[in-house]
């Protein structure tokens, strides 16, 4: 049974086109990544410093070599600065 996640980031109201550009830069590398099923970046209608990727995996081993990559090492460090509050992160199974 495939994995999903999802995680939301919030920008700090002067970081919010950096933080946008961050994410955005994470969708072409992650898709192409052995066990991604759906990767996806929502922009929140009501709150626009408010990001949220859905993703879902095929199992946890994918999850795993995912937290591997450069590319999501990269986001992680480079938008700890952004950020309004901490990375929220929920992974979850169909019930």
């Known amino acids: ?10 920008a700090r109201p002067d970081a919010i086109d ?3 550009a961050e994410c955005l830069a994470m969708l072409e590398p992650t898709r192409k990544e052995a066990g991604c099923v759906r990767y996806e970046l929502l922009a929140n209608i ?4 408010e990001f949220t990727f859905v993703e879902e995996w095929a199992d946890q081993a994918a999850i ?11 986001l992680v460090a480079n938008t700890q600065a952004l950020l ?12």
């Open 1 to 10: 049974m495939s994995i999903r996640i999802i995680a939301r980031l919030i």
């Open 18 to 20: 950096a933080l946008r």
């Open 46 to 49: 009501a709150n626009p410093a």
């Open 64 to 74: 795993d070599a995912h937290m591997a990559t450069p590319h999501l090492k990269g």
């Open 84 to 95: 309004a509050e901490p990375l929220d992160v929920r992974l979850y199974t169909l019930a």
